[in-house]
């Protein structure tokens, strides 16, 4: 999968986009399609390494998403491939896949687009 990967802390121009191996989900987790991802202060700041969460390098940054549920592991209910979803996820967001605790996660409305989905948690 395509992502966008901080891989030292500085400006967004620092970031870079490249192919990145996700393992598969862990139990209670759900594989998610990312359709929009909202981009927002605590962003800018975390890929500087200003932010009170200081993730190791490298890291996908983007706390929020929109998207499409792609498979469910064993411990989450509620959840089933294809379902739109809205997650509040703290990083991984900026990518074409992201792998997001289903506690993370609500279903979206069918009336509510991906790109507003994004920037609603």
Do not use: W
């Not at 469910?72 to 509620?78: A, K, M, N, P």
């Not at 959840?79 to 506690?103: E, L, Q, T």
């Amino acid at each position: 999968m395509r992502a966008v990967i901080c891989k030292e802390y500085g400006p967004a121009e620092k970031l870079v986009v490249e192919e990145f191996d996700l393992p598969p989900p862990e139990p209670g987790h759900v594989r998610v399609r990312v359709e929009a991802a909202g981009v927002n202060f605590p962003d800018t700041l975390m890929i500087q390494g200003k932010y009170q969460v200081k993730p190791d390098l490298p890291f996908v940054p983007g706390a929020e998403l929109a998207g499409i549920v792609e498979s469910v592991r064993e411990g989450v209910s509620g959840m089933a491939p294809s379902i739109p979803v809205i997650g509040m996820v703290g990083r991984g967001a900026f990518a074409d896949v992201a792998n997001v605790s289903a506690s993370r996660l609500l279903l979206r409305p069918a009336s509510m687009g991906a790109i507003t989905a994004a920037v609603f948690p």
